[in-house]
């Protein structure tokens, strides 16, 4: 498998607070990676680098050849690297469908002269959305609430909703953030069946999460930081037998 995304040497700071240092590591294609860390890791400064949320101090990053380094968050969604967030972040007043064309948003053309005039490559750019809307509420099993309130939602099914529109960008490499937070274990095995579900789509998957039950059950590799640096990476049985990562998690007796 080639590497889909190649991150190197990436340091990020916030004043004299070092997040993440020197960090360096692969993502598959066609993989589902992910990066663990206790609380306070670096992990989401790490994402927020990759998907142009934050300009890396230094270190490149790489997807599909392209240096995302200084480049807009949504020219990243453009070339197929697209997020979800730790924090639920929904239009709670549009209906779900509506959510999830919004997703639609970076694979479209129309502008204001097509929303006025409403040619025919307008209406067709307008049928073809609302069928790849559809086809994700569809997939995500989140049909039956089409034309709902995302804000009426359980809890469970706008995580859901979220990796819906996310899924309408057709990304090719899928970022979520701590996308079990919150959810019982019902829903944590609904979720683990959906991740595998996208990566048989042809999506390669990132995630964090501190759910050590559904990465250790769903992830081919597994980085593992600690205070931003990286201590560990490989199998989740590599990464669950490692000594620097036992004491990372539970501490070590000082004896």
């Known amino acids: 498998m080639a590497a889909l995304l190649d991150v190197r040497d990436l340091t990020h700071t916030f004043g004299g607070l070092t997040a993440v240092n020197e960090l360096s590591f692969q993502v598959q294609e066609g993989s589902i990676a992910s990066l663990i860390g206790p609380n306070g890791a670096g992990k989401t400064t ?57 997703g639609r948003h970076c694979r479209t053309r129309s502008g204001v002269a097509g929303a006025i005039f409403r040619p025919p490559s307008q209406l067709r750019e307008e049928r073809e959305s609302l069928q790849a809307a559809d086809e994700m509420l569809d997939f995500v099993e989140l049909t039956a609430h ?15 909703l979220e990796i819906a529109r996310a899924l309408a960008t057709q990304p090719t490499l899928l ?20 991740i595998h579900r ?56 000082e004896e």
């Not at 599909?64 to 639920?88: C, D, E, K, N, Y």
């Not at 034309?147 to 995580?159: F, H, M």
């Open 46 to 102: 790490v994402f927020n680098c990759i998907t142009g949320m934050y300009r890396p101090r230094q270190g490149s990053v790489v997807f599909r050849g392209h240096s995302l380094r200084g480049m807009r968050p949504h020219r990243i969604a453009q070339l197929g690297l697209v997020r979800t967030f730790q924090s639920i972040r929904l239009f709670p007043n549009m209906t779900v469908v509506d959510n999830v064309l919004a």
């Open 146 to 160: 089409r034309d709902d309130l995302a804000a009426g939602l359980s809890y469970g099914d706008q995580r859901r």
């Open 175 to 194: 970022v979520l953030d701590e996308p079990a937070a919150g959810m019982n274990p019902a829903e944590k095995d609904r979720l683990a069946g959906l």
């Open 198 to 253: 996208i990566r048989d789509r042809g999506v390669t998957v990132l995630l964090i999460d501190h759910d050590m039950r559904l990465i250790m059950g769903i992830s081919d590799h597994v980085t593992v930081l600690n205070y931003g640096r990286k201590i560990a990476e490989g199998t989740p049985r590599e990464v669950q037998s490692n000594p620097a990562v036992i004491e990372a998690y539970l501490g070590a007796d």
